[in-house]
C-alpha cells in the first residue's frame, strides 16, 4: 500500500497523457513493424527524455509482441548489434571459451538469420549494451502494464484491467482504468475497470482530505456487490492501525462486508445447488436404468455399474480413433459420435448378460445381486488387463468453458450438458414407455407377467430389450460421467450404491419417484456438505453418512419408497 | 450317531477332527509351517463369521450386506485392545494415559494443539481390559445390528431392500472409519500390535494357540447354531424365510425373530472379527467396503446356504482357492471369482452342500438298485 510519492508524482506529470482508448479496438491501425523498430531504436540514444516518451509511445502501441520485449528490456537483455537492436537472452561458449551471443528478433523472438541461414552469433564484446537505469526499468514495468490495458485483444485488457486493481494497486493505471470503465466497447471490461478503479481507491492510503472519497468506494464496491473487494475489507477490519480512520469509517466498511457478504452466500448456494443438480442428473440416468429392470424383472444388477464402466471406456476408444485415424480438426466430433457408441456398446453387454446369466434368475432376485456381482468383477479385471489402470479422456472444447447467468454466477457448459442429458434420457424413456408399442408390451409384462405371456406377449424376448435398454442407459452416464470424474476400472463401483439408494427411495412404480429422489439425494449431498455448526463443518463424508441416515429414517414410513407399485403389484 | 446326518455335516466334522489333530500332528511333525496354521486360523475366524450370515440369510431369508461391517467392528474392538498393549512408542496423556502407538501417529492433532496435547479419546478406554473388550466386540455389533433391525423389519423393509439398505449402511461405516479426525487411526487402520493378554504375538506357540482358540470357538459356534435351528425357534426362522404373510397372521411378529437372529448373526460376525485381528496383525477399514460384505455372502452361497455346515465348507474352501490362485496367478483370481460366482448361482444353487448330499443320493441310489 506503501507508495514512493516521487514516483506518484512523476507518474502523474510526466505520464500524464490523453491514451488513445479507441486504440483498444482492433478498427485503428496499428503502428508498423518499421515505425515500431524506429521507436525501439530510440532507446538506444543518449537522449534521456526521448528514451521515456519511446517507453511510453510503445506502450500506446498496444501490440502484445512488446510485451516480451519490454520484459527483455527490463531485464537488460537488449543491446545494440551493427545499429541494430537485438534480444540476446543467454549466451553460449564454443569449444575456444569465447562467450558467443545467440541473437533474436526484438519484436518476433525469432531467432536472427545471417548470410548462411543459421542464427547470428557473433562474440559477447560485440555488442553494445543498452542497459536501462533504475526508474527506466519502473516506466518500462509500467509500459507493459499499459501494454496489456491498451491491447487490441479483450482477453488481455480483462486481466490488465483486472491485474491494476489487486494489490499493490497500480496507481498509474488510474486514469486510463478511468477512460476503459467509460469507453471501452466490452461491458466484462467496463465493469471490471470500474472495479479495479474503485478498489484502488479504497486499498490506497490518502491524505485526509479526500479520506470521504475513500469510504464510500468501499458502498460503491457493495452496491457492485464486488467478490474481490471482500477480502480486501476484511483485513482492513482486523488490522489495528485501522482505528486511525474513525468510526464512520469502520462502520461503512463492515455495511459494505455484509452486503458482499450475503451476495457471496447467494452465489455460493447457487453453486451447491447446481452441483447437486449434476450430481443428480448422473444418478438419474443410473437409476433409470436400474429402476427399469429391477421394477420389470425384479432382477438386482449389481454390474449396472460397470455397464457404466463400459460407457465411459467406449468414450475412451472413440476418442483415441478419432485422435490416430482422422484429422486434427474432427477432434470435436468424437463426442458426438461416443453418445451412440457408448450407449450401443453398454447396451451389447448388457444383452449378453442377460442371454448368459440373468435369463436364468428372473424371481430369484437375491441370488442375481450375487451372480452379476460376479459379472461385474469379470468386466472390471477384463478392463485392467485390456486398458491398464488409468486413461484420460478429454472433454472436447465446446464443452469447457462456461457461462456467466448472473454476476459470479458462472456455470460450466460440461455440467450443463449432463443435465440437458439427463433430461434427454427421461424424455426418451418416457416416449418408449408411454408411446411405442415395446413400451405397452413392457408395461404389460410388469403388471402380469403371466397374463401378457398368454396374451402373445413374447415376455422372454420383451426381457431381453428391456435389460438392453436399461443397461445402454448405464452406457451414457458413462459417457457423462467422462466430462467430470476420472475413467478407470472400477469407476463404477462408486455410483452403484448411490443409485441404488437413488431407486430405493423412489420406488419402482413411476420414474417420476427416480427423478425426484435422484435430484433430492443429490442436491441434498452437494448442499449439506457445506453447512456449518459451530465449528463443525459438514464435509463431504457427513453428508453422505447424513443423506444415508435420512434415506434410512425416510424408508421407515415408506418401505416401498416415494411411489410404491400399486394394487396386486404391491406384494409380489 | 452319524446315520441321521447328511453329508455335509459329516464333512465338516471330520475337517473339525482334522483340525484338532491332523493339523496338530502335521505342524509338530514339521511338515507344515506356523504360518499355514496361521493363515488356518484365519480363515476358520471367517467361517465363525459366516455361520452368523447363514443364520439370518439361510434360516430367515434375510440377505444382510453388512456382516462384513460386524466383523470389522469385532476386528476394531480386538485392534483396541491390542493397540493399547502393543508398539514401543507413543506418549503419556494428561490423564496417564497411554497413547498408543499407531494412533500417535495419525493423531488429528486440532489447530493450537501441539504433539504434548494427545489424548486418549474416551471410547478407547473400555478397550484397555480384555474381558470388557471381548465382551464389546460381541455385544456392540450386535446393539447395532439390533438398532438397524428393529427399524428395518419393524417397518417391514424386505428382500431387496434390505440387502441395498444394509449394504449402504456398510459403506458409511466404511466412509467414517476411513476418516481420520474419528481418532481411529484412518485409513491406516490399527496396527503395531505386541501381546495379546501378556504373551507376545509374534511367538509360534501363541500363533498355535490362537489357531486353536478360533477352531474351538468355531465348533463352539457349530454346535449352538446347530441347536438353535433345531428348536421350535429354528422352525419359525424358516417359516420367516418360506411365507413371512402367512406367519403373521398365525399372530407371531415375525420382525422380533428376525431382529434377534440379524443380532446374533452380528455377534458371530464381531466374534469372528476379534479372532482375525491378532492373527491377521492389523485391521484397517477396508473390511467395511462392498467387497468385503459381498464376499461373505458368497462364502455362504458357494458352501450352500440355509446348511450351517455350507457355511464353514465355503469359508474355508474359498479362501484355500484364493491363497492357491493369487500366489501362483495373481492376474487369473478376478476372474475364477467371478466365475465362481455366476456358475455358483446358476449352476449349483445348493452349493457344496448340494454337491456332496447328491453323492450319498447316488450311493442310496445304488443300494436300492441292487436290492
Known sequence: ?572 | MFRDKPNHELCVWALFLFGLVGIPALYFSGTISIDTVNMLGRYLAFAIAAIGLDLIWGYCGVLSLCQALFFALGGYAMGMYLAHHGGPEGIIDKDGWKLPACLFVVYPYDVGEAPGDAMVPWFWKPFFSLPLTVLLGVALPGVVAAVIGYFGFRSRVRGVYFAILTQAITVAGWLVFCMNNMKLCGTNGLTRFNTIAGFELSSHSVKFGLYLITLICLIGVFCLCRFLVSTRLGRVLVAVRDDETNLRFFGYKPYMFKMFVFALAAALGGLGGMLYTPQMGIVTPEYMTAKWSILFVIWVAVGGRGTLSGAVLGAIGVNLVYNFLTTRWPEAWPFVQGLLFVSVVLLFPKGIAGLLNLIRFNRLAKRTAEA
Open chain 1, 1 to 572: 500500500m506503501r507508495y514512493s510519492l516521487a514516483l506518484f508524482m512523476a507518474v502523474v506529470t510526466g505520464w500524464t497523457f490523453s491514451p488513445p482508448v479507441a486504440a483498444a479496438d482492433s478498427s485503428v491501425d496499428k503502428p508498423s513493424d518499421t515505425a515500431l523498430l524506429e521507436q525501439i531504436a530510440t532507446l538506444a540514444g543518449d537522449d534521456a527524455a526521448a528514451r521515456k516518451q519511446a517507453l511510453f509511445d510503445l506502450a500506446k502501441t498496444g501490440d502484445s509482441r512488446l510485451e516480451a520485449f519490454l520484459e527483455n528490456y527490463r531485464t537488460g537483455s537488449v543491446y545494440l548489434w551493427n545499429d541494430q537492436i537485438v534480444v540476446c537472452t543467454e549466451t553460449e561458449e564454443d569449444e575456444d571459451f569465447n562467450e558467443l551471443a545467440p541473437l533474436t528478433h526484438p519484436l518476433t523472438g525469432e531467432p536472427l538469420l545471417g548470410d548462411d541461414d543459421k542464427q547470428v552469433k557473433p562474440d559477447v564484446s560485440d555488442l553494445g549494451d543498452i542497459s536501462p537505469n533504475r526508474d527506466e526499468r519502473k516506466w518500462a514495468a509500467q509500459a507493459n502494464f499499459f501494454l496489456r490495458l491498451l491491447s487490441p485483444d479483450a482477453e488481455v485488457r480483462l486481466s490488465g484491467a483486472k491485474k491494476s486493481g489487486d494489490p499493490p494497486y497500480n496507481i498509474n493505471a488510474v486514469e486510463l482504468l478511468g477512460e476503459i470503465a467509460q469507453k471501452d466497447s466490452d461491458n466484462n471490461i467496463r465493469h471490471t475497470a470500474r472495479e479495479s478503479l474503485l478498489l484502488i481507491r479504497l486499498g490506497t492510503d490518502v491524505p485526509l482530505g479526500q479520506a470521504e472519497e475513500r469510504w464510500a468506494a468501499a458502498g460503491q464496491l457493495a452496491e457492485m456487490k464486488s467478490l474481490r473487494a471482500l477480502p480486501i475489507l476484511e483485513e482492513m477490519l482486523r488490522d489495528e492501525g485501522f482505528e486511525k480512520h474513525g468510526q464512520a469509517a469502520r462502520e461503512q466498511c463492515e455495511k459494505a462486508v455484509a452486503a458482499i457478504n450475503s451476495h457471496q452466500s447467494f452465489v455460493n448456494w447457487v453453486g451447491y445447488v447446481f452441483q447437486g443438480l449434476s450430481l443428480g442428473s448422473i444418478l438419474i440416468i443410473m437409476a433409470l436404468g436400474l429402476a427399469i429392470t429391477f421394477g420389470l424383472m425384479g432382477v438386482i444388477n449389481m454390474a449396472h455399474g460397470e455397464l457404466m464402466m463400459v460407457g465411459a471406456f467406449t468414450t475412451y476408444v472413440i476418442q483415441q480413433l478419432f485422435v490416430n485415424h482422422l484429422p486434427e480438426g474432427m477432434f470435436n466430433w468424437y463426442y458426438v459420435v461416443a453418445l451412440p457408441s457408448a450407449f450401443l456398446a453398454a447396451a451389447c453387454v448388457g444383452w449378453l448378460i442377460e442371454i448368459a446369466v440373468v435369463r436364468h434368475l428372473y424371481r430369484r432376485p437375491l441370488e442375481s445381486l450375487l451372480a452379476t456381482w460376479g459379472v461385474s468383477i469379470l468386466l472390471i479385471q477384463s478392463a485392467r488387463l485390456i486398458f491398464g489402470d488409468n486413461i484420460g479422456v478429454n472433454s472436447p472444447t465446446w464443452l469447457r468453458g462456461n457461462v456467466e447467468v448472473m454476476q459470479d454466477v458462472i456455470l460450466p457448459f460440461n455440467r450443463l450438458f449432463i443435465i440437458a442429458l439427463c433430461a434427454l434420457c427421461v424424455a426418451m424413456i418416457y416416449t418408449l414407455i408411454n408411446r411405442t408399442k415395446l413400451g405397452l408390451r413392457m408395461r404389460a409384462t410388469m403388471q402380469n407377467r403371466d397374463m401378457a405371456d398368454s396374451l402373445g406377449v413374447n415376455t422372454r424376448r420383451i426381457d431381453s430389450y428391456t435389460f438392453a435398454f436399461g443397461s445402454g442407459l448405464a452406457g451414457l452416464a458413462g459417457y457423462a460421467l467422462t466430462l467430470i470424474g476420472g475413467v478407470t476400472p472400477d469407476m463404477g463401483q462408486n455410483y452403484i450404491v448411490e443409485s441404488f439408494l437413488v431407486v430405493v427411495t423412489g420406488g419402482v412404480g413411476e420414474l417420476l419417484g427416480v427423478i425426484c429422489s435422484g435430484l433430492g439425494l443429490g442436491v441434498a449431498t452437494k448442499v449439506i456438505e457445506p453447512m456449518q455448526f459451530g465449528d463443525f463443518t459438514v464435509e463431504a463424508i457427513w453428508a453422505k453418512v447424513f443423506v444415508l441416515a435420512c434415506v434410512v429414517a425416510f424408508i421407515q414410513f415408506k418401505p416401498a419408497g416415494l411411489f410404491p407399485p400399486k394394487g396386486r403389484l404391491a406384494d409380489v
